[in-house]
């Protein structure tokens, strides 16, 4: 639109090379930082729930939670298999909330089951996202995967 | 990160099961001590803690409280005295 620049200001649509102020950054300009976590374990043996990490939203921070991944394999038969598996919650004040949670009763050597979920959305300061296992059956031994990719921003 | 080794808080009154009692941290696996033969009571265990909460590879209270400020569970005094 060469002709436009002759004889008459350009509006501002016209100006690609112009953009209008912003009031803020991004989210992801703001000191993004990446918060991975993951806990991977082979040949566990029953035990009750045990949170294996734990990641708490600093003051002044906010945190994108993008994916969860959750995994878990029976790798030697129990005498009696009870629920097992892996979780993932987040906790405001209180209030807990299970976000995932991947778990089974199948005693055969190699039954596995995962699950995997994106976008989870913002977490704000003082919110507490947490790995558990869990493992109710009596003797065999499991594996386990559980992990998740948060960014830690500005709030 | 820093790791240490820590102890892990039993299933307590809040229904909180084991656990250890710091803000952020992640258990190294096989690093595990139990308190019995079966294997079934975890003591203690190694993790990573983010640097900017330690001094010289220890979990500093003065840093955990800065950076969770106004936070009731960490911003307050005997913070990590059961760690």
């Keep these: 639109m060469r002709w436009l620049s002759v004889g008459f200001p350009a509006r501002r649509r016209d100006r690609p090379s112009e953009s209008q102020a912003s009031p803020r950054a991004e989210w992801y300009d703001r000191n993004a930082a990446p918060q991975p976590k993951t806990y991977a374990a082979n040949n566990v043996a029953p035990h009750v729930a045990t949170q294996r990490w734990s990641y708490t939203v600093p003051s002044g921070k906010k945190a994108w939670l993008e994916s969860l991944f959750l995994f878990v394999i029976r790798q030697t038969a129990a005498t009696a298999a009870g629920r097992s598996g892996c979780a993932i919650t987040v906790t ?45 059956s009596t003797g065999g031994t499991m594996g386990y995967t559980i992990a998740a990719k948060l960014t830690q921003f500005d709030g | 990160m820093a790791k240490i080794r820590v102890n892990v808080l039993p299933p307590d009154t809040d229904n909180v099961n084991y656990h250890v009692h710091l803000p952020t941290y992640l258990m190294i696996a096989g690093t595990e001590e139990y308190s019995d033969p079966e294997k079934t009571k975890l003591k203690s265990v190694i993790v990573e803690v983010p640097d900017d909460e330690c001094t010289e590879g220890k979990p500093d209270k003065d840093k955990i409280r800065a950076k969770y400020r106004g936070q009731p569970r960490w911003d307050r005094e005997g913070v990590l005295s059961d760690v």
């Design chain 1, 92 to 136: 405001q004040d209180a209030l807990m909330v299970n976000l995932l949670n991947n778990e089974f009763t199948d005693n055969t050597v190699n039954h596995l089951k995962d699950m995997f979920a994106t976008n989870f959305g913002i977490l704000v300061a003082g919110n507490v996202v947490t790995g558990w296992t869990f493992d109710e």
